[in-house]
């Protein structure tokens, strides 16, 4: 067992959050839809999400799902919304503190929303990549290694899309917006689920 991932769980629990250890993205994949049952499901940006192969077997089987990364460009606003509507809200963290905390940074804010008061279920898929010793060390981590790969992803042109450091840009597609911290699941969470996985997962 991954001893640094078993920490990180216990002290997650012990925020209550409903954590748990699993060695590998197919059986967090089983696990997860496991959870969702038939329920509809919002996606936020996720490049876990997509490499777990969730959209997919979500959709043959039936669920209802919205993904803005899965439509045309004047539908995306709309999705957005329709997702931090749904049953249960799929995604990633940008990062974890040693000490149980969900660090993460947005250029939009729909994760942001959809996780903090979306659906009252939440599930997260974290790779071993996601953990941080702190506070700084996750914005760090979040910066060097989430940021620019995620504005070239979607063709924008800030200075860390070049070289993947931060400047503190000004541009009207800046990545770092909004910065949340999650000490605890809201009142309003009936399930705030996080797997951790032991393999690197996702920016």
Request: proline fraction near 4%; charged fraction near 25%.
């Amino acid at each position: 067992m991954n001893q640094e991932l078993e920490a990180v769980r216990q002290r997650l629990c012990a925020r209550g959050f409903l954590a748990e250890v699993v060695n590998t993205p197919e059986e967090a994949k089983q696990r997860i839809l496991d959870y969702i049952g038939d329920r509809s499901v919002g996606i936020a940006g996720s490049a876990t999400v997509r490499d777990l192969g969730l959209y997919e077997a979500l959709t043959e089987r039936g669920n209802t799902v919205y993904w803005h990364w899965k439509v045309e460009k004047p539908q995306v606003e709309e999705t957005r919304i329709k997702a931090i509507a749904a049953d249960v809200y799929l995604c990633s963290t940008n990062a974890v503190t040693e000490d149980g905390r969900l660090i993460n940074i947005d250029g939009t804010g729909n994760r942001l929303a959809g996780m903090i008061y979306g659906p009252k279920t939440v599930i997260l898929a974290v790779g071993k990549n996601k953990l941080a010793k702190d506070y700084d060390s996750a914005i760090a981590r979040i910066k060097r290694d989430a940021c620019g790969p995620n504005a070239r992803r979607q063709g924008f042109q800030t200075p860390c899309s070049i070289d993947n450091v931060c400047r503190d840009c000004r541009p009207p597609v800046r990545m770092c917006n909004v910065t949340a911290i999650t000490e605890y699941p809201s009142r309003r969470h009936q399930a705030f689920r996080i797997i951790l996985i032991d393999e690197n997962m996702g920016l």
